[in-house]
């Protein structure tokens, strides 16, 4: 259970982290979205790992 809540925070952490980036300063849109779209490939990169890490656990 705690194996797939941190894929979970892995995939939501940088859309909170812009949207909250979003809220306090909202003159800096250009350069948020350029770190959200990198944070967001690494941690889509992360869950994939963790997923094959459970399956691979599970067998």
Same mark, same amino acid.
């Given at each position: 259970m705690m194996e797939m809540l941190?894929?979970?925070l892995f995939i939501f952490a940088?859309?909170?982290a812009y949207r909250l980036c979003?809220?306090?300063l909202p003159?800096?849109?250009d350069w948020?979205?350029?770190?959200?779209?990198?944070l967001l490939m690494i941690s889509l990169w992360f $869950? $994939?790992?963790f997923i094959g890490?459970?399956?691979k656990?599970?067998?």
């Open positions: 941190r894929i979970v940088p859309v909170i979003l809220l306090l003159s800096v849109i948020l979205y350029i770190i959200y779209n990198i $869950a $994939a790992y890490e459970i399956k656990d599970d067998i």
